[in-house]
């Protein structure tokens, strides 16, 4: 049974940082991708970041509003996920979900319970 655990969420001061961790298990992570989504309230769930593997490595995606101040990194070796997220903003307060994706001829993905962000004035 593959399992998603997150932590790392909480209150942060608008400017501040936090790191995001997903501990995954039950399937082996070196060929899938990993990454986050979240969902603000009142607004479709979004993709934050996503490390996706293919034969020639892994590539890192972002959401333009994340840019330049989130970093998604994957520690295979330990089957985790990290967030690394700074400058935060008002429009960072959402519910973080870790995924893992599946690729194949029957596309899988798992998903977290998620983890709170707000970020305060």
């Known amino acids: 049974q593959v399992q998603l655990v997150e932590s790392g969420g909480g209150l942060v001061q608008a400017g501040g940082s936090l790191r995001l961790s997903c501990a995954a298990s039950?399937?082996?992570?070196?060929?899938?991708?990993m990454g986050w989504y979240r969902q603000a309230p009142g607004k479709e769930r979004e993709v934050v970041a996503m490390?996706?593997?293919?034969?020639?490595?892994?590539?890192?995606d972002y959401a333009d509003s994340v840019k330049d101040r989130f970093t998604n990194t994957r520690n295979n070796a330990r089957n985790e996920v990290y967030l690394e997220m700074n400058s935060l903003e008002h429009g960072d307060k959402a519910i973080y979900c870790c995924?893992?994706?599946?690729?194949?001829?029957?596309?899988?993905?798992?998903w977290g319970q998620g983890t709170q962000v707000t970020v305060s004035s």
């Open positions: 995924n893992v994706h599946v690729d194949g001829a029957e596309p899988v993905d798992y």
């Open positions: 039950g399937l082996t992570f070196t060929n899938v991708d």
């Open positions: 490390t996706r593997w293919s034969w020639r490595g892994y590539n890192s």
